[in-house]
């Protein structure tokens, strides 16, 4: 189903991108609303850097139909591009322009105080360095102040976080969250999926150059991540946990074998099992959760859609 809301940044229709024989985006369909986070994920070759670069007005569609802020990404691009911030793949710079007079060359009369952006992304200190000088991390950071630089409407990000240690990825999901949060609209391709989880409003998840489905990461794990579980020892003897057990919401098995109790149903069951053992004073050492995440449920999306043809889930639109 087609979601018609009236507030689309981006609306696709039918897009069709091939090269040579192989066709990389297959009639795809795509809303992405003002104030949203969304992600696009899925294996290498599934038509997500594709997807976004015609959105961009870099390559020309094959097939189909894009409206970006209302423009046309080849027909309007001059007037498009102000509108847009983005960090791809393959961005690249002069080595030896400093990270300075990037700031200087890229930013319009509405650009941001560069050096508070360089100072937010741990950059203060290379604003005299070439960028030839600067460690791949660093890098994709000054990409990022570049693509927030001119506060667009619309940023489009491509695997943002790649070669940022867990310090600096935080700092930036920080950041980008922020984006959200003052009304700009993010389009984020990646294959980190806790980043997904972490950013996103809403998840895509692609194949072949089709959606397999979308929704919250919370959707996407209750339809195709699998079962939440409980473990824990209890010991041997007469007791009626296991019984209560099985009545709590949520729960769809619950197993005993040499001790140990097993608690299988929906991640609710996490909290209801804790709040049972802690109402009967015990709550044991060795419990452990094996909690299903989207990584688990993307993985499932393309284990099961063998087909390259196959069709859009239940909560595609």
Known sequence: MTNHRSDAVVTVRGLRKSYGSRVVVDHL???VHAGEIVGLIGANGAG???????IQGLRRPDA??????????????????????????????????RVGEAIELFATARARNGD????????????????????????????????????????ILDELTQGLDPSARRDVWAAVAQLRDEGTTVLLVTHELDEAEALCGRVIAMRAGRVLDQG???ELMA???????????????????????????GVADVTEAGGR????GERQVIAHVGAELVRRGRVPADLDVDVPDL??????LLDTATNPAVPVLTGAR
Do not use: Y
């Not at 997500?48 to 015609?54: A, D, L, S």
């Open 29 to 31: 369909d795509l809303d």
């Open 116 to 155: 508070e952006l360089l100072a937010r992304f741990g950059l203060a200190e290379r604003r005299r360095s070439a960028f030839a000088a600067l460690s791949g991390g660093e890098r994709q950071r000054l990409f990022l102040v570049l693509a927030l630089l001119n506060r667009p409407r619309l940023v």
């Open 64 to 97: 189909g139909m894009l409206r970006v802020l209302d423009l046309d990404p080849v027909r309007d691009a001059d007037r498009l591009r102000p509108l847009l911030g983005s960090q791809l793949q393959d961005s690249a710079l002069p080595d030896r322009l």
């Open 261 to 264: 109790i097993a608690v299988h």
């Open 216 to 218: 919250t990461p919370a």
């Open 48 to 54: 997500k850097t594709t997807t976004v670069e015609c």
């Open 295 to 300: 990584e688990a449920a993307l993985l499932h």
């Open 223 to 249: 339809r195709h991540a699998g079962r939440a579980t409980v473990r824990f020892g209890w010991g041997a003897g007469p007791d009626d946990l296991a019984s209560t057990l099985r009545r709590l919401p």
